[in-house]
C-alpha cells in the first residue's frame, strides 16, 4: 500500500484512478479489514493528502479512514509513515553495521 502511496505522490495524474479503485474495495460489505488497515496506515498520512492537493479528491470513506489514522497520530496512540520509515531506516543501517563488523571480525580471523 505504501508503493501505490507514493506512486500517487509521484504521479498525481493517476492518483483519482488510484482512490477510486481504493474506495470500491473499502466500500465493500465484505471488504477484508486488512485492506482499510493498509490504507490507514500504510497509504498516505492526512499531512500528506492535503500537501498535494488530494483532500478534495478522495473518496468519503478513504477520507474518513486516513483522518482517522491521523487523529490517532496526533493522540500519540499509533506511529505515524514518516517515524515507521524512520525506524526502518535505523534498522537498516544497524543492519548494515552489524554485517560489516560480522565481515570485518571473519576477514581478521583467517
Given at each position: ?6 506512486l ?7 492518483a483519482?484512478?488510484?482512490f477510486q479503485?481504493?474506495?470500491?474495495l473499502?466500500a ?6 486488512e ?7 500504510s497509504?498516505?498520512?492526512w ?12 473518496p468519503?470513506?478513504?477520507?474518513e ?18 517515524q515507521?520509515?524512520?525506524q ?5 543501517v ?5 554485517q560489516?563488523?560480522h ?8
Open positions: 500500500m505504501g508503493h501505490i502511496g507514493r500517487c505522490e509521484a504521479h498525481p495524474e493517476v483519482p484512478e488510484v479503485f481504493l474506495e470500491a473499502v465493500k460489505n465484505d471488504a477484508v479489514s485492506i482499510r488497515n493498509a490504507v490507514a496506515v497509504f498516505l498520512d499531512q500528506d493528502v492535503q500537501r498535494l492537493g488530494f483532500s478534495e479528491r478522495l468519503a470513506n478513504i477520507a479512514i486516513i483522518k482517522e489514522q491521523w487523529m490517532r497520530y496526533q493522540r500519540g496512540t499509533s506511529p505515524s509513515r514518516l515507521r520509515c524512520r526502518a531506516d535505523k534498522s537498516k544497524e543492519m548494515q553495521t552489524l560489516a563488523r565481515k570485518k571480525s571473519s576477514q581478521c580471523r583467517r
